[in-house]
């Protein structure tokens, strides 16, 4: 059973970073697609980037991050981690880490495993 957990939100103001972290247990990050996803209330989880599963490791990104946010994973630490850069208020959002044993999905109901997620607030 994969565990895992995140690290890393808060409150940031508009233009200003932040590096989200996702440590797994009872697993190894390496032969999981990991993805990073996010939901506002009352709106549906999101897909915001991916790293896919094996020695390739294809990154994925929603349009609306890309140039802005980089994934990366750090086999030795067990960890993916999302950098967050030129954040803007429409980045708020809980950000949720889940992972699923087969290559990248966007849709959140095949993912297998998640983090408890973490709150990200960007003021204007």
């Known amino acids: 059973q994969v565990q895992l957990v995140e690290s890393g939100g808060g409150l940031v103001q508009s233009g200003g970073s932040l590096r989200l972290s996702c440590t797994a247990s009872?697993?190894?990050?390496?032969?999981?697609?990991m993805t990073w996803f996010r939901q506002v209330p009352g709106k549906e989880r999101e897909f915001a980037a991916a790293?896919?599963?094996?020695?390739?490791?294809?990154?994925y990104y929603v349009d609306s991050v890309k140039g802005r946010f980089t994934i990366s994973r750090d086999n030795a630490k067990n960890t993916v981690y999302l950098q967050m850069n030129s954040l803007q208020p429409e980045d708020t959002a809980v950000y949720y880490c889940?992972?699923?044993?087969?290559?990248?999905?966007?849709?959140?109901?095949?993912?297998?495993?998640w983090g408890q997620g973490t709150q990200v607030t960007v003021s204007s």
């Open positions: 009872g697993g190894t990050v390496s032969t999981y697609t």
């Open positions: 790293i896919n599963w094996g020695a390739i490791s294809t990154r």
């Open positions: 889940a992972a699923r044993r087969a290559p990248f999905s966007p849709t959140s109901a095949t993912y297998d495993y």
